[in-house]
């Protein structure tokens, strides 16, 4: 078993033999032709069958992978139109009197490398698509036939680069993934990949002797592994059926709405950690973030972040959810979750410690940057902000005094913000006990459930001896969850829960049944849960 | 000679299919059409010589008509420069 590294273009797990893609690499000769008039007739005869190619390849494209994909056809046609191009090979032909086709190879070469030395990415990998065109012009001149038989069985084609025409040729049923040497994430092959959803690999240092050796191309970690041995393969296998299984519920329930059989509409979030698990929230069609943990901005730091290093990322984030509910919790470190440059004492019991919403209010300055930065923010997008640990009115009355500044500040320097809902996290026994109250102080509760149930029973989660007699459905802690959403309902607050419970399929219809109105979970568990929301009859 | 200037708000700037696009419309244009922007100048009707210009979003165009009913031109390539990039 040998492993190999590559950048991966498409995520996805791909097991098979592996063919050798050898290029039908044309050696262009410099010949001298006598007739030079007949010579351009050729080269236009050339460039019309060319065009008549790639407008059939343009309708197989359309039918496979869609017209966006299929439109780089289009392009090569236009590019054939080129008058640059059309005049350089007929220049050539003509005062140098040597054959089309290599007039057309000297020509290619020039625009490729034109492109190739271009500092931007897209525009360095458009010499793939010269190439692509040149090579289709010396094919028709030199009377070869192109198409890419790639035999009977399912493969994975490893190839030093592959251009886009002869990723669409290939027979889709026997596709399985692509391995290759040169492109780029940008080059159209990629593009093709993606839309194909056939997990690939570029950057790749290839070797012939792999022909026909069996392989896995594992698209997440972005690796080649030939030969894998038998328990490299049973979890390969595993991914492949759980990424399957996703891929059904994805085509059946994306675009979906979140309401039950009788109607009712839930709010159904994910969770994220950065702003690069964005990405994954629309993959899984999320229709909000219910718990954007802020804590990153602060972790991967060696100093205070800044006002506006912080609002880049709630805008950022914001933007991209375009008008979708982003619930951003304010910093909730202490307990488990460190930083250096807090310079907090030791403490011998943090999970009660001095954390979150206490580190706060005492350190005021931390907490109006923040804020600051969400509220201008909010001028981006839909955001609402949550506080962590609270355990009393009064530091909700707290809190306000400090938004109200924050607020006052803002107004007085002119800087615009929009409305934003504000929450409280309901993970202590007291928030619960008073949650009639606080229901009348914040717009929303999102119940984590993880501290929660840490603190009602007392059992340290870290501790693994605690493990047997950790129960997560306690009723301890769902009769909480009732008495939340009942409160919370009454005060004329939403209700969600934003811990590990919200994301446990077996007690979804239970809290739909209990009120709840908010699931905010890791994003590869919402398609699993709309499912369930979408069989679930509240009467 | 008749001019505008176009701020490109498309994502990956002039790119093939756009440059491809413009060079037809340029074609069906009364005047000669001329595009510069980074510091570079290119004919509109040729696709390679615009997208070797490099073109990104944010940067400026200028786009100039010569020749022929300078006013239809420029009016029908701004109507473009809108619509597409």
New interface residues.
Partial sequence: MERYKGKSIFKGIAIGKIKFYFKGKQQVKREKVDNIEAEIQRYEQAKEKAVGQLNALYEKAVQEVGEASA??F??HT??L?????NDSVHNIITSQGVSAEYAVATTGDN?AT??SE???E??KA?AA??KDISERLITVLSGGASGSDIGEEPVIIVAEDLAPSETVQMDKDKLLAFVTELGSANSHTAILARTMNLPALIGVEIQESWNGKMAVVDGYSGTLIIEPDEDVLASMKARQEQDRATRELLSQLKGKEDVTLDGKQIKLYANIGSIKDVAMVLENDARGIGLFRSEFLYLEKEDYPTENEQFQVYKTVAENMAGRRVVIRTLDIGADKQVDYFKMAHEENPAMGYRAIRICLDRVEIFKTQLRALFRASAYGRISIMYPMIISVDEVRKIKTIVHQVKAELDAEGIAYGEVEQGVMIETPAAVMISDLLAEEVDFFSIGTNDLTQYTLAIDRQNSKLDSIYDSHHPAVLRMIQMVIENGHKGGAWVGICGELGADTTLTETFLKMGIDELSVSPTFVLPIRKIIRETNLN | MKSFSYVITDE??I???P???L??EAKTVDSKITLSANGKTAEA?????I??M?V?KGMEVTVTAEGGDEDASIAKMEEFFKANL
């Fill in positions: 439109a780089i289009e392009v236009m590019m139109d080129d008058d640059d191009y625009f034109m492109f271009m500092e931007d897209y525009f458009r698509d010269i | 990956v700037g790119h093939a299919r440059a491809g696009i060079a037809k009707t040729k696709l390679m010589a997208m070797s490099g990104k």
